[in-house]
């Protein structure tokens, strides 16, 4: 039995749905990032869990117990903002202090309690400081001592990196997901860092327009997307269209601008129209006139250990990644082959978006 459970949980705000049916299971002590672009739902179905936002359909259930007409400050669950809600005249103590006093603990027990949470983020020599006192870092690591000091059921995050730089948002990642697994929360997280979501996530939820599109572990999600907006959205991917023109003993034929793909045939019939989708770090370039391709490099971009490579060919731009191995990298306007496993390439039906996101939308 799950320890967090949505089921068909609808939001609607007159005739527009926010949010459409979800039905979401979270094991006890799981860590599960709500992903999406803004206006998917991932926000309002958290406000939904907190109670902060009134279902118009579907029930929450938490550990057996229907909660959802249970008021916010009933559900006993611990929230961290994006903005981090501290108050600016109490001290880091008495902010994280505040939510065992709401419920009501006693005096002789709550510094205990203040001094536990403030050593597992690492503040405990800062209990004495106000918050315009401490970096954004140490602020945000005040707002999740003051939701796990409670000992919540559940954690919810929304956003909680957002307001960081790159630099230290990368580093309070892997902090988090320290904490969380020493304090051992059922944790759900919403975001729209894919990168955020896939490192400290047992097990991400991908959201399209009010609604669940995949659940599963990260790096199924990103090596097996099974919507095309998955695999345009959740990292880079380029998306050659094609069409059907075999297919037999499990395996199909796409062609492509006149070249054939083999594929896994997967229901496919003949004539059917298709997007293969390829992640760039999949292809591989070789010497100009060898591979399935044939091109020419419009640009380059240095990512330190990889050379991210655009690309122009009878299908179009493509992208490719190359490891950067020390050697020099290929210039604009040098000919090139491509070349590609069978095996890494995703097939969606359909026709090619009329406006295809060749990037991850962040």
């Given at each position: 039995?799950?320890?967090?459970?949505?089921?068909?949980?609808?939001?609607?705000?007159?005739?527009?749905e926010?949010v459409?049916?979800?039905?979401?299971?979270?094991e006890?002590?799981?860590?599960v990032?709500?992903?999406?672009p803004?206006?998917?739902?991932?926000?309002?179905?958290?406000?939904?869990?907190?109670?902060?936002?009134?279902?118009?359909?579907?029930?929450?259930?938490?550990?057996?117990?229907?909660?959802?007409?249970?008021?916010?400050?009933?559900?006993?669950?611990?929230?961290?903002?994006?903005?981090?809600?501290?108050?600016?005249?109490?001290?880091?103590?008495?902010?994280?202090?505040?939510?065992?006093?709401?419920?009501?603990?006693?005096?002789?027990?709550?510094a205990?309690?203040?001094?536990?949470?403030?050593?597992?983020?690492?503040?405990?020599?800062?209990?004495?400081?106000?918050?315009?006192?401490l970096?954004?870092g140490?602020r945000?690591?005040?707002?999740?001592?003051?939701?796990?000091?409670?000992?919540?059921p559940?954690?919810?995050?929304?956003?909680?990196?957002?307001?960081?730089?790159?630099?230290?948002?990368?580093?309070?990642?892997?902090?988090?997901?320290?904490?969380?697994?020493?304090?051992?929360?059922?944790?759900?997280?919403?975001?729209?860092?894919?990168?955020?979501?896939?490192?400290?996530?047992?097990?991400?939820?991908?959201?399209?327009s009010?609604r669940?599109?995949?659940?599963?572990?990260?790096?199924r999600?990103?090596?097996?997307?099974?919507?095309?907006?998955?695999s345009?959205?959740?990292?880079?991917?380029?998306?050659?269209?094609?069409?059907?023109?075999?297919?037999g003993d499990?395996?199909a034929t796409?062609?492509?601008?006149?070249?054939?793909?083999?594929?896994?045939?997967?229901?496919?019939?003949?004539g059917?129209?298709?997007?293969?989708?390829?992640?760039?770090?999949?292809?591989?370039?070789?010497?100009?006139g060898?591979?399935?391709l044939?091109?020419?490099?419009?640009?380059?971009?240095?990512?330190?250990?990889?050379?991210?490579?655009?690309?122009?060919?009878?299908?179009?731009?493509?992208?490719?990644?190359?490891?950067?191995?020390?050697?020099?990298?290929?210039?604009?306007?040098?000919?090139?082959?491509?070349?590609?496993?069978?095996?890494?390439?995703?097939?969606?039906?359909?026709?090619?978006?009329?406006?295809?996101?060749?990037?991850?939308?962040?």
């Open positions: 039995m799950s320890f967090l459970t949505l089921r068909n949980v609808t939001k609607r705000y007159g005739s527009f926010a459409g049916n979800v039905t979401l299971s979270v006890k002590g799981e860590f990032s709500l992903l999406g803004s206006g998917c739902g991932k926000t309002t179905t958290l406000q939904m869990i907190a109670g902060f936002v009134d279902v118009t359909s579907g029930t929450i259930e938490l550990d057996g117990r229907d909660i959802t007409r249970t008021k916010p400050n009933s559900r006993g669950l611990g929230i961290v903002f994006q903005s981090y809600a501290l108050f600016p005249h109490m001290t880091v103590f008495d902010n994280v202090s505040f939510g065992l006093e709401m419920k009501r603990v006693p005096k002789s027990e709550r205990a309690l203040v001094e536990e949470a403030l050593a597992l983020v690492h503040l405990d020599k800062h209990a004495g400081r106000y918050p315009r006192e970096s954004g140490q945000q690591r005040v707002a999740l001592a003051r939701a796990i000091v409670i000992r919540p559940v954690l919810l995050l929304d956003e909680p990196l957002s307001n960081l730089d790159a630099k230290l948002r990368e580093a309070m990642q892997f902090e988090l997901r320290d904490i969380q697994r020493k304090v051992g929360t059922t944790t759900i997280m919403v975001t729209h860092d894919q990168a955020e979501a896939f490192s400290i996530s047992d097990r991400v939820v991908v959201m399209e009010g669940i599109t995949q659940i599963d572990q990260p790096y999600i990103y090596e097996h997307p099974e919507t095309e907006f998955i345009r959205f959740v990292g880079k991917t380029n998306m050659l269209p094609g069409t059907v023109s075999a297919v499990g395996r796409v062609s492509l601008a006149g070249m054939p793909a083999d594929v896994p045939a997967d229901g496919l019939s003949m059917e129209t298709v997007v293969l989708c390829i992640r760039p770090e999949k292809l591989r370039l070789t010497p100009a060898q591979g399935r044939q091109g020419r490099v419009t640009d380059r971009f240095f990512l330190g250990s990889q050379w991210l490579y655009h690309l122009d060919g009878p299908l179009g731009p493509l992208m490719a990644v190359a490891t950067n191995d020390g050697e020099a990298p290929l210039d604009p306007g040098a000919p090139v082959g491509v070349d590609w496993p069978a095996a890494v390439v995703r097939v969606h039906r359909g026709a090619m978006p009329a406006a295809p996101e060749l990037e991850s939308l962040e």
